[in-house]
């Protein structure tokens, strides 16, 4: 039995967000909140066990918006039992508008799943030219210097380890978002059906309701 995987950059973008899209997470949304897990994971947050472990507060929320509103100096948001990775993107946004608009920014935020988890924001401001820090329950933000560095170079060059169980786990659960298996399903690939020999025997159209050339017995 395997101690652990090396998992690429690739594998970790295809299986997190196929499992995010079974989870019921809107399609607009999925890539932000998978490479937000990713970067926690290069810089050893441990993004992709914290994923794994937050999968009910991720599904319960994956509708819900976060609320937010001014007192004074500080932007008060409420995640509404969100989690730290689908909180993260928003508050990166709202940190930058603010900064751009009033010169720095503090958001204090509230009913977040994993609090602790939006340390990850302290390796994603540097890409918005931000400086970011906590103090006091806040998150405070000013302009930085910024970095061409990009915070998954650490993946994309070296993969990162993963313990197996959880691993196929989560691969098991991401092929839920697939096409069921049926005799249709494997002999396609994207628009076009073959048959045995590998002849094109007909295209799936959106709107159709069997494969185009079907009717004719092709």
């Known amino acids: 039995m395997e101690s652990e995987l090396i998992v690429s950059l690739r594998e970790c973008r295809l299986v997190l967000g196929r499992v995010l899209r079974v989870l019921g997470v809107p399609r607009a949304a999925v890539p932000a909140i998978r490479d937000t897990a990713l970067v926690a994971e290069s810089a050893g947050l441990g993004g992709i066990a914290a994923l794994h472990a937050g999968l009910e507060a991720l599904r319960s929320g994956a509708h819900r918006t976060c609320r937010?509103?001014?007192?004074?100096?500080?932007l008060e948001i409420d995640a509404d039992g969100r989690h730290a990775f689908a909180v993260a993107p928003d508050l990166l946004d709202l940190a930058a508008a603010r900064c751009r608009r009033a010169g720095s920014a503090r958001l204090r935020v509230t009913a977040v799943a994993e609090p602790g988890l939006l340390?990850?924001?302290e390796h994603q401001a540097p890409a918005q030219r931000l400086s970011l820090d906590f103090a006091n329950g806040e998150i405070r933000a000013r302009p930085g210097p910024g970095s061409t560095r990009w915070?998954?170079?650490p993946l994309l060059?070296?993969?990162t380890r993963?313990?197996?169980?959880?691993w196929w786990s989560l691969y098991r659960l991401a092929g839920q978002a697939l096409t069921p298996d049926s005799a249709a399903s494997r002999r396609h690939a994207g628009r076009s059906l073959f048959d045995e020999l590998g002849n094109i025997v007909g295209e799936?159209?959106?709107d159709a309701?069997?494969?185009v050339g079907a009717a004719e017995g092709t």
């Open 157 to 159: 060059h070296n993969g």
């Open 209 to 211: 309701a069997e494969p």
């Open 68 to 74: 937010w509103s001014e007192r004074g100096e500080v």
């Open 151 to 153: 915070p998954l170079d």
């Open 119 to 121: 340390r990850v924001l």
């Open 204 to 206: 799936v159209g959106e």
């Open 162 to 166: 993963v313990d197996p169980e959880l």
